[in-house]
């Protein structure tokens, strides 16, 4: 190995030189020279590459929650800013809010279902050999394992293969989340269910029209067939007496968007095997509130697609864009929850709709909005500001009870967007090894556990105890489960959007309540 004269090894001896008579000379001139370039040496060292960032992300959680480097975690890297989803040729309503409009406005009042429709999911990568299974525990302990990695299919852009890199190295962010030394319920694989389903649209009244998929006419079956089977453990379907049993004395509040309260309205027809709540809910209000009254159990739902303060830029028009206040809290939902032992708190699809951002009041952004004066920012920006604020809210009304984050639920249009006829046709569950979790859900889901992280450690402070509810990995699996054209009359003459975001009832979503039953479960051993 060759070395120049000023880097030899130490301890070997270097030839004495003479010094030159224009050394001083030299010298002065670089000392002279320095100053003019200091300030793009010290800018160069500031340029930290997207590895470099996202791992030292971790360390820096506890400074994060700082408003003095606040911008520096919300700003997007420029490989965000060219995401797919981001790509106003193929929004929805990018130059017509109106275009919105083509889902019946007959479902229950529910506006939502058209507006959440929206972007197409990647198509799945081609099959693979399925991996030996292993054995699993039947316990609730875990096998040491190491940090799971969340990662996308190969592609050829290179903003998608950043956003991998990403993934993979804040994916550890997830294992640092859940508890260690407790099966970890949401990773796993659909496995066949002869017994399900365990209700019907005609014992359930709580179903909406738009997500009565056997009631319209869908021809097959077997999309009712599988349950939920956690890698390292058994979990057990849900059982609505033990779960009334669990939750005696009890309140359980949702807040979120229309998924939510498919969420919710699933647990209901779960429960009405066995039990029949009283709804005093308004019929025009998408709020809504059930009592179990022989179990003094309630059930409410907070209305709240975006979880921070928000107006309509056109009060008679929901198709419209809407006001964002990103840093104030919702009150109608923060001030409601005190009197609530468990929250569900969920956001996710309305984030794609055309929106102006405010920031102290004053607009900071927007997504696709039609004015060049106005900062373009991405989904991803309103989607870190709302759950920071969110899960601020619920820190500053001093919630005593437990927070269950539910993480984003993919949607699954193939074939073109959802307002070009895209559908999601397939009748069975993918296996785990057949599609990877990438692109715009990826980000969105990893988003969700770095705000959830940075929750916790304020909650540690504050007593505030916030839990993830992962169902992001499991719904993934399920393009078979969603309503595509079963939500309506079939009719040659209508026009509906086919819906591959909501869910069947019954459907792949009842198993958020085996989810839901095992996470009370673990709250009310944990308090003995």
Known sequence: MKFQPSELPIGKPQPRRRTSKLAPLVALTILLTIPLYYPSIKDSTKKLSVEETSQTFESSLDDSIKPSLDNSIEKPTSHLETSPIENPSTNPCSDDPAECSNVDKSRDNDDDVAAEVVVPQPPPPPHHQSPQKKKHEKGGQKHKKPARKYSSSPSSSSSHQEIVSRGDDRGAVRERILDDEQCDLFSGEWVPDPDGPYYTNDTCNAIQEHQNCLKFGRPDRGFLKWRWKPDDCEMPVFDPTQFLELVRGKSIAF?????????????????????????????LDQNRRYEFRDHDFNISMFWAPYLVRTEKTDPKDEKRPFNLYLDEFDRH?????????????????????????????????????????????????????????????????????????????????????WDKGGDCVRTRPFRKDEIQLSDYSLEMYLIQLEELRIAQKVGRRTGGKFRLFDATRAMLLRPDGHPSKYGHLQGANQSFANDCVHWCLPGPIDAWNDFLQELLKREVGDSR
Do not use: K
């Open 333 to 417: 939902w923060q001030t409601g929850i005190a009197a609530f032992d468990y929250l569900i708190i969920s956001a996710g699809h309305w984030f794609f709709r055309p929106t102006y951002f405010y920031l102290d009041g004053r607009l900071a952004g927007c997504l696709y909005c039609p004015d060049p004066n106005v900062p373009h920012l991405t989904s991803y920006f309103s989607y870190r500001r709302a759950f920071r604020t969110a899960f601020s809210a619920i820190n500053a009304a001093g919630f005593a009870g437990v927070t269950f984050l539910r993480s984003y639920a993919p949607s699954h249009f193939e074939g073109a967007a």
């Open 255 to 283: 807040v979120g968007d229309s998924v939510a309260r498919n969420h919710m309205q699933s647990l209901i027809c779960l429960l009405s095997r066995v039990a029949i709540p009283v709804d005093l809910s308004d019929p």
